[in-house]
Structures are given as structure tokens and as C-alpha cells.
């Protein structure tokens, strides 16, 4: 009798620790799922946010197989010192091109033009795959000067304290008012500082024509 206790005994722990076991296998995987669930559904939402803030803007991946140097090499080929103003135009397709090399921190950086407005987007912030916040800086061009006039999301636009937080080279231009500073951002891209000075820019869409006069 007592042979058939201690087996029965033993059968009973060995059922008990194999329950607690599963139990504890089951509450882990429960867990497990919340979290999963969790981080997903933020993904989500943030996702979500994130569209609304970036208001339909993407940045562009480059199709032409020119590089910086090419459109570099075309520029100086076409500049005549002589000359009082030198006009070049561009498409915004090559000015993205020379401001992504000028500018290698800013991530996919892309420039649009249109008749009275340029605006700068890159990923600033990329937690939520394929949900990168864009950091934006819009220049509206009034009569003869160009302006910055917005500079944070595609929707909300940040007070001049946030641009401490900003890569400091696109700081050095992100001045409201400082026309100077928008044409430093053009020569510096075209490689051009201390060579010329920009007499005006003009804008149609897709396009830019940069006026410059001998420094």
C-alpha cells in the first residue's frame, strides 16, 4: 500500500509542476502578446500622427545620373568672368541634387519649387518605419527678397528657441528676415561663396534662375 501512495504521490507533483508550468508558459505568452499589441497599435497611431504632421509630403528619390560634379562642371563652364550677371537656372532636380552633397546630414533631403515658394523637407525623425517626420523650412519669395517664412512640420510650425535643437548648418539660415542668409544657402550649394554675390533669384515651378554679380 504504501509503494502505490508514494507513486501516486509523485505522479500528483510531477501533475502540478507540469500545470504550474503551462500556467506560467501561458501567462508569459499573454504578456508577451499585450506587448506586442501594444507596440503595434502605437506604431499605429503614431504612424498616423506622423501623416497628418507631414501633410501629404514625400521625399524624392533622385532618377538622373548626373552628380554634384557634373552640374558643377556645367556651371563653370557656362561662368564668364567678365560678365556683370551671370545667369544660370536650374530644375529643382539638380538644385536637390547639389544640396543633398552640400548638405549630407539632412536624410533624403529634397527641394520643391514653385512661381513664389521653395520649400526644404528631409527626415528628421524616422522611430515608425516608413512613417519618417519631416523636417520642413518653406522660403516665399516677396517682390525681390526670398524669405523664410515656416520653419518645422509640414503643418506646425516651431518658435525660433526650437532651432538650437536643429543641425546647426541649416540654423545658420533659418533666420526670418535675413535675406543674406537664404542667398548663403544657394552660393554655398553651388560652391560659389566669396566668388559672386546673388543680385535675385526667380522661381517657376520646377525650376530656378539665379542672377549673380561678381563679389
Known amino acids: 500500500m504504501s509503494e502505490d501512495n508514494n507513486h501516486e504521490e509523485k505522479g500528483s507533483g510531477?501533475?502540478?509542476?507540469t500545470i504550474a508550468l503551462g500556467g506560467c508558459l501561458i501567462i508569459l505568452a499573454a504578456i508577451g502578446i499585450l506587448i506586442f499589441l501594444l507596440v503595434t497599435r502605437?506604431?499605429?497611431?503614431?504612424?498616423t500622427v506622423i501623416d497628418f504632421l507631414n501633410k501629404d509630403l514625400e521625399t524624392t528619390s533622385i532618377s538622373s545620373e548626373n552628380t554634384s560634379y557634373d552640374i558643377l562642371a556645367d556651371v563653370y563652364s557656362q561662368i564668364d568672368e567678365e560678365l556683370e550677371i551671370q545667369s544660370l537656372e536650374f530644375s529643382e532636380e539638380?538644385?536637390?541634387?547639389?544640396a543633398r552633397e552640400s548638405f549630407e546630414d539632412l536624410e533624403d533631403l529634397t527641394i520643391d519649387i514653385e512661381s513664389n515658394k521653395i520649400t526644404l523637407f528631409w527626415k528628421a525623425y524616422s522611430r515608425v518605419e516608413d512613417h519618417p517626420?519631416?523636417?520642413v523650412v518653406t522660403l516665399n519669395k516677396e517682390s525681390d527678397n526670398i524669405e523664410i517664412d515656416h520653419f518645422g512640420t509640414a503643418r506646425i510650425g516651431?518658435?525660433?528657441i526650437v532651432n538650437k535643437f536643429v543641425t546647426s548648418r541649416v540654423s545658420n539660415f533659418i533666420e526670418q528676415g535675413e535675406n543674406d542668409s537664404v542667398n548663403d544657402f544657394f552660393l554655398t550649394i553651388l560652391n560659389l561663396k566669396n566668388r559672386f554675390e546673388i543680385k535675385d533669384i526667380e522661381l517657376s515651378d520646377?525650376?530656378?534662375l539665379i542672377n549673380l554679380t561678381p563679389s
Open 14 to 17: 510531477i501533475g502540478c509542476r
Open 133 to 135: 517626420v519631416l523636417g
Open 94 to 98: 539638380e538644385i536637390t541634387i547639389l
Open 42 to 47: 502605437t506604431n499605429i497611431i503614431l504612424g
Open 158 to 160: 516651431f518658435p525660433k
Open 206 to 208: 520646377d525650376k530656378i
